[in-house]
């Protein structure tokens, strides 16, 4: 099992920057996604706004949410400045 995310902001169109229980910070690019159904209304951007952490993953509403494991796996470690 991968880490589960603890922390999420809404960093810019599409991106989020999500902090791990194993303490990496990474960034997730979910723009690939917008073109399944269920994550067409991320497509506004103000909706993208509300993410929040529930559960380990990433949710916007009790319908939207991404796999904790494809959040970790397909997400960008960041480097420290």
């Given at each position: 099992?991968?880490?589960?995310?603890?922390?999420?902001k809404y960093?810019?169109?599409?991106?989020?920057?999500?902090?791990?229980?194993?303490?990496?910070?990474?960034?997730?690019?979910?723009?690939?996604?917008?073109?399944?159904?269920?994550?067409?209304?991320?497509?506004?951007?103000?909706?993208?706004?509300?993410?929040?952490?529930?559960?380990?993953?990433?949710?916007?509403?009790?319908e939207i949410?991404?796999?904790?494991?494809?959040?970790?796996?397909?997400?960008?470690?960041?480097?420290?400045?």
């Amino acid at each position: 099992m991968n880490p589960r995310v603890t922390q999420v902001k809404y960093e810019s169109r599409y991106k989020l920057v999500l902090t791990f229980s194993n303490s990496e910070v990474k960034q997730f690019d979910f723009s690939n996604y917008l073109a399944y159904p269920i994550y067409t209304p991320l497509r506004d951007e103000s909706f993208c706004r509300r993410a929040k952490v529930f559960n380990g993953t990433v949710a916007w509403n009790d319908e939207i949410d991404f796999d904790p494991d494809t959040l970790y796996l397909e997400s960008i470690e960041l480097v420290a400045a």
